[in-house]
């Protein structure tokens, strides 16, 4: 069982959990950026095949099978694409791990940036779980209008927002010199 | 219908019809960086020109499956630069049955009083 070391930063409600499931991935993050359509490509199918453990008839409280293969699909196109943009340094390495939880399913995407990136990343993801998601979101637009920026920056809180997930962040810095990134994503499978 | 009217990507199409004033996006769009939606942007500020100022501009989304948040960026900035002229006013049509929209499309009207929202 993995512990968190004290070199470790974690943001949000981290889970531990000491299986690791057999639904995993790993892929190259450049290879992603290249050849772009691979994030939509994995992300529906994960989606879909995330979305089999859904049975084909559910009580009024729960989301439908369809409807969690549309959140998952939007959710993992979002993860992918970050890991694609945001990777940085030697270590291209992108790790995809999925579990199944009685009235959830947890996501977690794992890729590498350089260590000075990781102050940056962490101040927007204190701004991010400590406001309120939804003046956020409202500000950033307003904000994107007059500044030419490259990311918009509304990626996680659309998710957060209009989706409902829950994020959790854990920074690792890694003995080869890069740190990784560890993105835990908590979808509810019960009807908002 | 000439060109520059019709963008078609990998697993997408915008079509902007300037007799009905509709734009209708179809497939999947999850396109990487801003730079990659200006010419969606182009299309759309256009559309907008060529829109009387009490007439209303149609954005039809019920056939688009997918659009990633820089393109929810894009379309929430265009709603936005079209309140700043203030002229025509914008219809919105989403599906129903398409997550996202249901979830997502009632932001544009937050941004804009002059926006309507039809889930279809
Ligand atoms: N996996 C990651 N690794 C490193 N930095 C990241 C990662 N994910 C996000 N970031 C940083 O956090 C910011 C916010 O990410 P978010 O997905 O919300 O928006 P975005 O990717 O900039 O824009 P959008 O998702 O709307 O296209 C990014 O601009 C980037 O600086
Ligand atoms: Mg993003």
Redesign the pocket.
Known sequence: MTQVQPTQKVYGAWQQIPVTPSRQMTVDAQQMAAHWRRCSLSSDFWAQYMSLFIPTRVTEEYLGRGEVEQVLAYLLN??F???A????GSHQLVRYVAWSQDDSMLFQ?T?H?LPE?QA??AK??DE?LNNDPHELYFQRLEENVELD??????????LIKDFGVQFSFRFRPQENGSTA?D?QAKVSLQQE | MSDNNLIEGEGYSVEHNPGTHVVSFNGTMRLKTSADYAHINTLLDRAYQETGDDEKLTLDFRHLQFL???G??TVSRFVITSRKQNKASLQVLGNQDIYWQQKSLTNLQRLWSNVTIDIQ
């Open positions: 979002e993860l694409e970050n890991c943009k945001f990777s940085n995407v890729n940036i990136g940056p990343f927007l993801i991010m920026l490259d990311g918009s920056g509304l990626g996680y809180l659309t990134v993105v | 990633n948040s820089s929810i960026n």
